[in-house]
């Protein structure tokens, strides 16, 4: 459901609703957050990490990318891994049935590693629990952060992310829409619907 | 999609669901954890009133990798024996709390009967009814070929498999497919003949006149009694052979051919026709073999075989069946648990 009605202060409003993070505000999140990951763990070694379908993969490149480009001895491909969670969902019952993803653990495995997890949106923290028992089956891993370009809030679960592109406070009857050019032809992230 | 009865019932949409969900079970199932917690607290209930060892391991396999409890009731031993019908049996299982049945029995149109409204009301799977339907058995039938044919530069010998997701999203379109042997007594035919043609492929029937079923001419398929012609000309993409049992050479068993020797000699898989087939050709078979009669041993160990493969792709399919019938309470046309 996206809004199309006109925003106020953003002169190319689109279709999705009101732009609150453009094309270079979701490149300096994520290098941020990059920046924010090495400093936490004290460098880059025995870093994996796990996007979470379908927009946390890409976010999950980027980072990896970036990564790289702090630590050049860091192989962006071998530490980057794809974690589909629909088979551990909570709510799978109460929905139509779900197009299961796939899963590709990075090639380095997970086993004593540090797994960032990369989401887009971090709302009710379902998804995150889903993934925490996903990551469970796929190995035993050192420690495991979050990472997440917006937290909307209106957690439902005692889950908090390691790393935030931007807080973005909403109410329930709005909708937060990130859009990424692998996946969208445009970087953005839009929040539409509610009183405005 | 309530139930899983007969292939016919299948949309091209919903069967390339499940060979697309198919293939994400089989790549989970690559794993060292290979349960998944997906249908937990859900009771599966195998009502199996014919023997068949390999498909109930195959269901009951797969309901327990996707932590559903699973309940095997076998006719032998049972209330059955002692003249209870179909119906009070279901009628157990609905009251025990099944939350899916699957059914194999001798009779044609059981899961049908099982499947009407009111009777069990859960999602009924067929797992072989006589001679008519067989449906999980074609759609893993399917699976292996699409994973192996779906890039056409794939030699069937020698490299390494390919992935499973390999054709995910497409059909069997323009794909030429033989299925060999007792056609007449085959609910596996019958399953893979629809199944086949709902995904696009070209279907071959390649039995002796007297396995060939009255009224074949409306099935979507072609009808050969040469399977070295169909073999040189043809050039089918997938050869599938079917089980013959031996007794239907016997005049006792209804005569349809002389000998088991000369059945063999004209409708076995051997190495000579074996090498008619082109190079990227697999063969298939549903199990149990009888080597020497309808499939030579050089032909079932051969590169091309994937007949050990598909037992492994069996489990995977019945997960995606399971998964997709039973995951969501929001099945389309299911009436709300609650009025």
Same mark, same amino acid.
């Given at each position: 459901?996206?809004?199309?009605?006109?925003?106020?202060?953003?002169?190319?409003?689109?279709?999705?609703?009101?732009?609150?993070?453009?094309?270079?505000?979701?490149?300096?999140?994520?290098?941020?957050?990059?920046?924010?990951?090495?400093?936490?763990?004290?460098?880059?070694?025995?870093?994996?990490?796990?996007?979470?379908?379908?927009?946390?993969?890409?976010?999950?490149?980027?980072?990896?990318?970036?990564?790289?480009?702090?630590?050049?001895?860091?192989?962006?491909?071998?530490?980057?891994?794809?974690?589909?969670?629909?088979?551990?969902?909570?709510?799978?019952?109460?929905?139509?049935?779900?197009?299961?993803?796939?899963?590709?653990?990075?090639?380095?495995?997970?086993?004593?590693?540090?797994?960032?997890?990369?989401?887009?949106?971090?709302?009710?923290?379902?998804?995150?629990?889903?993934?925490?028992?996903?990551?469970?089956?796929?190995?035993?891993?050192?420690?495991?952060?979050?990472?997440?370009?917006?937290?909307?809030?209106?957690?439902?679960?005692?889950?908090?992310?390691?790393?935030?592109?931007?807080?973005?406070?909403?109410?329930?009857?709005?909708?937060?829409?990130?859009?990424?050019?692998?996946?969208?032809?445009?970087?953005?992230?839009?929040?539409?619907?509610?009183?405005? | 999609?309530?139930?899983?009865?007969?292939?016919?019932?299948?949309? &091209?949409?919903?069967?390339?669901?499940?060979?697309?969900?198919?293939?994400?079970?089989?790549?989970?199932?690559?794993?060292?954890?290979?349960?998944?917690?997906?249908?937990?607290?859900?009771?599966?209930?195998?009502?199996?009133?014919?023997?068949?060892?390999?498909?109930?391991?195959?269901?009951?396999?797969?309901?327990?990798?996707?932590?559903?409890?699973?309940?095997?009731?076998?006719?032998?031993?049972?209330?059955?024996?002692?003249?209870?019908?179909?119906?009070?049996?279901?009628?157990?299982?609905?009251?025990?709390?099944?939350?899916?049945?699957?059914?194999?029995?001798?009779?044609?149109?059981?899961?049908?009967?099982?499947?009407?409204?009111?009777?069990?009301?859960?999602?009924?799977?067929?797992?072989?009814?006589?001679?008519?339907?067989?449906?999980?058995?074609?759609?893993?039938?399917?699976?292996?070929?699409?994973?192996?044919?779906?890039?056409?530069?794939?030699?069937?010998?020698?490299?390494?498999?390919?992935?499973?997701?390999?054709?995910?999203?497409?059909?069997?379109?323009?794909?030429?497919?033989?299925?060999?042997?007792?056609?007449?007594?085959?609910?596996?035919?019958?399953?893979?003949?629809?199944?086949?043609?709902?995904?696009?492929?070209?279907?071959? &029937?390649?039995?002796?006149?007297?396995?060939?079923?009255?009224?074949?001419?409306?099935?979507?398929?072609?009808?050969?009694?040469?399977?070295?012609?169909?073999?040189?000309?043809?050039?089918?993409?997938?050869?599938?052979?079917?089980?013959?049992?031996?007794?239907?050479?016997?005049?006792?068993?209804?005569?349809?051919?002389?000998?088991?020797?000369?059945?063999?000699?004209?409708?076995? &898989?051997?190495?000579?026709?074996?090498?008619?087939?082109?190079?990227?050709?697999?063969?298939?078979?549903?199990?149990?073999?009888?080597?020497?009669?309808?499939?030579?041993?050089?032909?079932?160990?051969?590169?091309?075989?994937?007949?050990?493969?598909?037992?492994?792709?069996?489990?995977?399919?019945?997960?995606?069946?399971?998964?997709?019938?039973?995951?969501?309470?929001?099945?389309?046309?299911?009436?709300?648990?609650?009025?």
């Amino acid at each position: 459901m996206t809004s199309s009605s006109s925003a106020h202060g953003v002169p190319d409003s689109t279709p999705h609703g009101v732009e609150v993070l453009g094309e270079a505000d979701i490149a300096r999140a994520m290098t941020r957050i990059s920046y924010e990951i090495v400093e936490r763990n004290k460098g880059v070694s025995d870093l994996v990490v796990l996007g979470i379908p379908t927009r946390g993969v890409f976010l999950a490149r980027r980072l990896a990318a970036r990564l790289a480009a702090i630590d050049p001895s860091c192989d962006p491909d071998a530490i980057l891994g794809v974690l589909d969670v629909t088979m551990y969902r909570d709510d799978l019952r109460h929905q139509p049935p779900r197009t299961i993803g796939y899963t590709q653990p990075p090639a380095v495995g997970i086993d004593g590693k540090t797994v960032v997890l990369v989401d887009d949106v971090l709302f009710s923290g379902r998804t995150i629990r889903a993934a925490l028992d996903a990551v469970k089956d796929l190995g035993r891993p050192q420690a495991v952060q979050l990472a997440t370009l917006v937290d909307r809030g209106h957690r439902q679960l005692p889950i908090r992310p390691d790393y935030v592109g931007k807080n973005l406070p909403t109410s329930l009857a709005e909708r937060v829409s990130v859009r990424l050019v692998e996946h969208d032809s445009l970087d953005g992230v839009y929040i539409s619907g509610g009183a405005q | 999609m309530k139930h899983l009865l007969s292939t016919r019932d299948l949309s &091209l949409e919903q069967a390339v669901t499940i060979l697309d969900t198919t293939a994400r079970m089989a790549a989970t199932q690559e794993r060292e954890m290979k349960k998944l917690p997906t249908l937990r607290g859900r009771t599966v209930v195998n009502l199996f009133f014919e023997d068949s060892t390999r498909t109930r391991i195959s269901f009951e396999t797969a309901a327990k990798r996707l932590s559903a409890d699973v309940i095997n009731f076998s006719a032998k031993g049972s209330s059955v024996s002692k003249g209870e019908s179909l119906k009070d049996t279901a009628l157990t299982l609905k009251a025990m709390g099944a939350d899916a049945v699957v059914v194999r029995h001798h009779a044609s149109g059981a899961a049908n009967f099982l499947a009407q409204p009111g009777l069990v009301d859960v999602p009924v799977i067929n797992a072989g009814d006589g001679t008519h339907q067989h449906p999980t058995q074609a759609l893993l039938d399917a699976f292996t070929i699409r994973r192996h044919l779906a890039d056409p530069l794939n030699p069937a010998c020698g490299g390494p498999l390919p992935p499973f997701d390999s054709g995910l999203g497409t059909d069997l379109a323009g794909r030429r497919i033989a299925i060999v042997g007792d056609v007449l007594h085959s609910r596996v035919a019958r399953s893979n003949v629809a199944l086949l043609a709902t995904l696009g492929a070209q279907v071959t &029937l390649v039995a002796p006149p007297t396995l060939v079923p009255v009224g074949v001419e409306t099935w979507p398929c072609e009808v050969s009694y040469d399977f070295t012609r169909t073999l040189r000309t043809w050039q089918p993409d997938a050869v599938m052979m079917l089980r013959v049992q031996r007794e239907r050479m016997s005049a006792s068993g209804g005569g349809f051919f002389p000998s088991p020797a000369e059945y063999s000699r004209q409708y076995g &898989l051997d190495a000579q026709r074996l090498g008619l087939l082109p190079d990227h050709a697999i063969v298939l078979h549903p199990g149990p073999m009888n080597r020497g009669l309808e499939i030579s041993a050089q032909a079932a160990d051969s590169d091309r075989s994937v007949i050990v493969e598909q037992v492994g792709n069996g489990v995977a399919v019945r997960m995606a069946v399971l998964y997709l019938l039973l995951a969501s309470d929001q099945v389309a046309g299911s009436s709300s648990t609650l009025s």
